[in-house]
């Protein structure tokens, strides 16, 4: 017989994996949370749980908590990172996400929910904010949180917390490109395979933007480029190097990367790159290509 109190604790495990994901871009860090959340609820006592009136939003509060702390401190873990950093990059087939190399079968409440707010050109701006700015913008326009809720989670009033999210808001508005079909995103980014692929310059150039930008992100245990490459030409001529010094043994597969299109790497079947793409109308406007072995064990195992 199933403890009602113990599944509707463990129903909350999705949402809290979905939060912190948002918030630290990194499925890892974000299982690390809501691990240490769940194991602050059990070294309470039976009459202390009791006593909490939502386990739900107690739940919310602490892993949100955990989240500012662990983002005020990244920032200081990302200033001894070698090269860029970039947030791990998520596949579509989602049941893979918490297998890890361990070959445990991955548990369903693991499941990050594919939207809008966790598309890599979405994340990358979240990077730039301030950890309350983060926290305060993602509590209340992606999941709903009231600002007063918000308030008590980051030791802000409820206005302070609503200007923040406010000055979110418009990095995100100024930072997004004009909507572009998905049908046409996934268009342009088989163009670009297929003119990577045969090692064509000038048919990457006519595919990238004259101002675009790829960063790749090694982390100092993958061949990257340790500052962004910049202009269409540029980047255009530095993949064609890529492709004619790299072995002849890596397969470029199409796949969806954070819920948009995007392309995988793989050499003998491991997945040594993923690639995300940031599309307006037919050109592309910025690639991040995660190399970093350790951000790409989500993907091990996948066909």
Known sequence: MTDPGLDAIMSERRRLINLGYRLLGSLADAEDVVQETYARWYAMSPEQQDAIETPGAWLTTVASRICLDLLGSARARRERYVGEWIPEPLPDRTEWISARSSGTPADPADRITLDESINMAFLVVL??????QRVAFILHDVFRYPFTDIAEITGRTPAACRQLATSARRRI???????TPA??????????KQAWEAKDIDALINLLDPDATATGDGGGLAGASLHPVEGGEQ??????????????????????VNGQPGLVAQQEGVTIGVLAFDVAADRIKHIWAVLNPEKLRPWTGMP
């Open 183 to 192: 049908v046409q995103r996934a268009d342009v980014v088989r163009a670009f």
């Open 127 to 132: 990077e730039s904010m301030t950890p309350a």
């Open 173 to 179: 508005q100024a930072a997004q490109a004009p909507t």
């Open 235 to 256: 980047i255009a001529r530095y993949l064609v190097g890529l492709a004619n010094r790299g072995p002849d043994n890596v397969t470029i597969l199409e796949r969806t």
